[in-house]
């Protein structure tokens, strides 16, 4: 045991298999929490608790700028250096209300260490004290091109709020936190509110850093297969031991309860052409109480689900019965000092809010006098304690979320880490309680009888973001006005100081400082396909074997590819409907509960495979996944056979229902996603995939569903003819393909399955209807909204024009994205992101996120070709691009998916020697591949197929670049 420590708590962690360590740093009080297991998918973070005073986004602009060099590390942008140049499985940095965190994992133990090395010496000795151009840049300064130029204000962090307060989803949180916590530091904006960002002085950031970065007011937490020995030793000797103790006042401090409820009304923007009908927010919100109450951590989850959530669900339907809102959704907040309890109403109207909470407060009441559905709640807990057991986070490292979890109980009291890491074990405990009214007894006591409590309205309201934009247009030309000339001159030096400041790169030998790895540790071989296929009587079954704790993913795939293009949003609608209505055998809400009390969920998606080594070719599969432990087998399929052959879509109401909540939920999408519907919009010009997600997902789909409610008692007969005819013509015998991941016994059991699937499946296969023209046609479009920035994409199609893919464009992505399009739209431009994409099949798209400019960033598109022309990079770049674009190759997957993987490469005629042939050309690029490059993107991008997202005012100022302006909605 290291001597500059002191272990204070050794803890079995049974549902993680692990064991848990707290040691703390004697000198500094530093906290370090240890994970120990055989993850070689390793992570550290090391985070601070960052209570900001006021709104100026000083946590949030920190967070930034403390990774823009360093003493040790010096160059202007280390984050971007090991994104580049790192075999990371993830590298980020993450502001919350009350802490701020900066996270790193990698498999490789040396890269391990280099990350940890960099972020140790950017929060702890930072550039921002020598370089107040890091703080200007990320935070906000001024603007001025000549003395005759409007003063305007630019920041990467200041674009990136307004993006945040152009989404009524971030807007209503915010008010809920102000509401319900308005003596704490939850009654800031952490991040930033843009209207008060440009108050914040370089001194007060500074202060700010000064303050609260210091191993005191550290958390440093360690996952995985790590030499803790070795890396206490490291933490101890380069960093910690340097520090005094200092005593750090960042206390989170409760909000004493309230006397009676609080009722907020503010108002959020909506465009000028949008109705206001039926555009309201309204929100029930409930404290619940101290975050460091471990049953009631879990069983607001439950909760939630019970009265909420799950199909059918007593709020949920009363609000809806009531014509209180197009749709109803919950959340229960417990990343933070006190929880919270949120109904929140879509779609709704202001006049509504005394019914909407009469409605509520009644509901609970008659749900605890009569008892909440055990049965449901019993479903609830099974859902949980299967996902305990599964711990699949998708694409983020199963450590990564452990330790932010770990950090709601450990921020508020150091000596309870684990506290909630016992999930197992809680919800056991809970279960037992069920039959005895313990959720009827939280309901009545946390809920109904709790004066803790706000309703916050959203008021929608036509032009505000343009009232916004005159009011600061108005406040900085009364700036500019007030100022005398030799002080609009310094505005116009400093701008081109901190342009010129902005286009010098760092020098090579401060470049060469930043540690990387070599090619050497690249493995040379691609990832294995876990993919064996097997016939059963005719049909393909493909079985991926991998370890998946006892888990059988079973996934019954319907080849669709033959599908028309008229009849995808039928397709659509018929993924998210089924298994919403009543069966033949079970109401909705009985099917849900019996599908949660005997499997991880049934779920059905509807997917698009590109064809290899075919120009815009494409399979398309409608695929009924399910999940459940081996016992559980024939359950599971006569649940997912009960679904897809003998769902009622005759139940008129209940259809009307879900899709005016699926109309409300993809305003929401669409709101919170600009750069995904600008980049899938310019490429419908040219490419029937994007046709295909934008009929199912998109711009297109939202319309469909417009239509459809406008229109439903006109309607309502085709749509349940289309959605019977749909269900016989896809769930066809001579249409299924299986896909089972996990070890060898569960092949047999798929077998076994498949044979018992095949005779309840239509016999026939019949056609789809309707049309299936695609014909290319010119993108200029604007899509309108009331945003405060814009998401711009141009796309083109490389292959069309006579050039094939090859791996060096993995390398562009990298190139472009963290070099080109980063210096360019980003750190000049002030847009938070910006990136491309492109695909085998020749889709090439441009696209930038949340960013205050529209031409200017589509000149930088149009100019990619000539930076690509005169690209240079030494051996040393080239090797970090290679290794940073292999880390994205590489990114471990979890067991399901692993076994989508395979399925993917099945369905698409991806081999092996494919993903080799194409890992070996990224390996072996060189300097002249990628300059070979420009003349493909040059011949995409003079396609132009241009789409933009975004402000109302900027759109219209730039209307002769597009042959379309619409509204969006």
């Given amino acids: 045991m290291n001597k500059a420590y002191e272990l204070l708590k050794e803890e079995k962690l049974e549902g993680l298999d692990s064991l848990g360590f707290i040691f703390e740093h004697k000198k500094t009080k530093a906290r370090i929490c240890f994970i120990s297991n055989d993850d070689t998918n390793k992570v550290f973070y090391i985070g601070f608790r960052t209570p900001p005073k006021d709104s100026t986004g000083v946590a949030h602009i920190v967070e930034h700028t403390v990774l823009c060099g360093s003493d040790k590390y010096p160059v202007k942008d280390p984050f971007v250096e090991l994104v580049k140049g790192s075999l990371n499985t993830f590298l980020n940095a993450m502001t919350y209300p009350d802490k701020t965190v900066y996270p790193i994992a990698s498999t490789n133990n040396t890269d391990y260490m280099n990350l940890i090395d960099v972020y140790m010496d950017a929060v702890f000795h930072p550039n921002i004290y020598k370089y107040r151009e890091i703080f200007e840049q990320e935070g906000w300064h001024y603007e001025m091109e000549n003395e005759d130029s409007d003063l305007t204000i630019n920041g990467v962090v200041y674009n990136e709020m ?46 700010f850093h000064s303050k609260y970065y210091h191993p005191s007011n550290s958390y440093i937490y360690v996952y995985g297969d790590v ?39 503010v108002d959020y923007p909506i465009g000028a052409d949008q109705d206001t009908k ?148 809680v919800l056991d405990k809970i279960k037992t309680r069920v039959n005895n009214g313990l959720f009827d007894y939280i309901a009545d006591v946390y809920l109904l009888s709790n004066n803790h409590k706000s309703v916050v309205t959203l008021r929608p309201k036509q032009g505000l973001t343009a009232a916004d934009d005159n009011e600061l247009k108005e ?129 059905t998606t509807t997917a698009v495979h590109e064809v290899f080594g075919e120009h815009d070719k494409y399979r398309i599969t409608f695929e009924v996944r399910s999940k459940f432990i081996y016992e559980e087998a024939d359950v599971a399929k006569d649940l997912a056979m009960e679904m897809i052959c003998n769902t009622l879509f005759s139940d008129e109401k209940r259809l009307k229902e879900l899709i005016v909540a699926e109309k409300s939920h993809m305003e929401s999408i669409l709101n919170s996603r600009g750069n995904q519907v600008a980049a899938t919009r310019a490429r419908c010009g040219f490419s029937k995939k994007a046709n295909i997600s934008d009929l199912a997902n998109g711009v297109r789909f939202y319309r469909f569903l417009v239509d459809l409610e406008e229109n439903f008692d006109d309607r309502k007969d085709e749509i349940i003819s289309k959605l019977n005819k749909m269900c016989k013509t896809i769930f066809a015998k001579d249409r299924l393909i299986i896909s089972s991941t996990g070890k060898t016994e569960v092949l047999n059991q798929a077998r076994r399955l498949v044979n018992d699937i095949r005779p309840l499946l239509s016999q026939e296969k019949l056609s789809f209807e309707g049309d299936n023209e695609f014909e290319v046609h010119p993108v200029k479009e604007a899509l309108k909204d009331a945003s405060q920035i814009q998401y711009v994409a141009m796309a083109g199609d490389f292959v069309k024009s006579g050039y094939k893919y090859n791996g060096s464009y993995k390398l562009l992505n990298t190139i472009l994205g963290y070099d080109y399009f980063w210096i360019k739209v980003r750190v000049q431009g002030g847009a938070y992101g910006c990136n491309m994409n492109s695909s085998r099949q020749g889709d090439m798209v441009f696209v930038s996120y949340r960013d205050p400019n529209l031409a200017e960033t589509l000149k930088v598109f149009e100019e990619t070709g000539d930076y690509l022309r005169n690209f240079d990079a030494d051996d040393r770049d080239m090797t970090k691009y290679i290794i940073g674009t292999i880390s ?58 241009i789409c933009v997202v975004g402000n109302e005012s900027v759109v219209e100022a730039n209307a002769k670049l597009f042959t379309v302006v619409e509204n969006l909605y």
Avoid at 228 to 243: Q, S, V
Avoid at 925 to 943: F, G, K, N, Y
């Fill in 888 to 945: 994205g190759m590489d990114t471990p997957l979890t067991p399901s998916q692993r076994g989508l993987r395979g399925l993917n490469c099945y369905i698409s005629g991806i081999s092996y020697e494919d993903l080799q042939r194409t890992r070996d050309e990224v390996l072996d690029a060189t300097v002249e591949d990628i300059r070979a490059l420009a003349e493909p993107v040059d011949a995409a991008m003079s396609q132009r197929y």
């Fill in 475 to 603: 406040k900085l030309a009364a700036k500019k006005a007030s100022l005398s000339k030799e002080e609009i001159k310094q505005i116009v030096e400093h701008t081109a100081h901190l342009k010129e400041y902005q286009e010098t790169p760092s020098s090579k030998e401060d470049l060469a400082k930043i540690p990387m790895l070599s090619r050497f540790d690249l493995t040379r071989e691609a990832r294995p396909i876990d993919l064996a296929v097997y016939d059963e009587d005719g049909t393909t079954i493909l079985h991926h074997k991998v370890s998946t704790n006892g888990i059988h993913y079973f996934n019954m795939v319907f080849d669709i590819s033959d599908i028309t293009l008229s009849d995808i949003p039928y397709v659509s609608l018929l993924e998210r409907f089924i298994g919403l209505m009543d069966t033949k055998h079970y109401t909705y809400a009985d099917y849900t509960n019996e599908m949660y009390l005997h499997t991880g969920g049934i779920t």
């Fill in 162 to 207: 307004k993006g945040a307060y152009s989404s009524p989803d971030d807007v209503l949180s915010r008010q809920i936190l102000n509401s319900l916590f308005p003596d704490t530091t939850y009654a800031i904006e952490s991040g930033g509110d843009p209207k008060v960002i440009p108050s914040l002085t370089y001194e007060d950031f500074l202060a």
């Fill in 227 to 265: 030499d803790i020995d070795d890396l206490l030793e490291y933490l101890d000797t380069k960093y910690l031991r340097h520090y005094d103790y200092l005593e750090v006042d960042s206390e989170i401090n409760m909000q004493p309860a309230f006397d009676k409820p609080v009722e907020v009304t």
């Fill in 278 to 425: 039926n555009n309201a927010y309204l929100s029930y919100n409930v404290c619940i109480g101290d975050v460091l109450d471990p049953n009631m951590y879990r069983a607001f989850d439950i909760l939630n689900y019970a009265l909420v959530s799950a199909p059918g669900a007593p709020l949920y339907k009363a609000l809806i019965d009531a014509n209180i809102a197009e749709d109803v959704e919950c959340s229960f907040e417990s990343s933070q000092r006190q929880m919270y309890f949120s109904v929140v109403a879509r779609g709704a109207n202001e006049e509504d809010r005394d019914r909407f909470v009469d409605i509520i407060e009644t509901t609970l009441q008659e749900e605890i006098k009569k008892g909440i559905d055990k049965k449901t709640l019993f479903a609830a807990i099974n859902g949980e304690q299967f996902r305990a057991r599964e711990l699949d986070f998708g694409s983020a490292p199963k450590g990564l979320i452990i330790g932010l979890q770990l950090l709601d109980s450990w921020l508020y009291d150091k000596n309870q880490p684990f506290l909630h890491l016992h999930a197992v074990e």
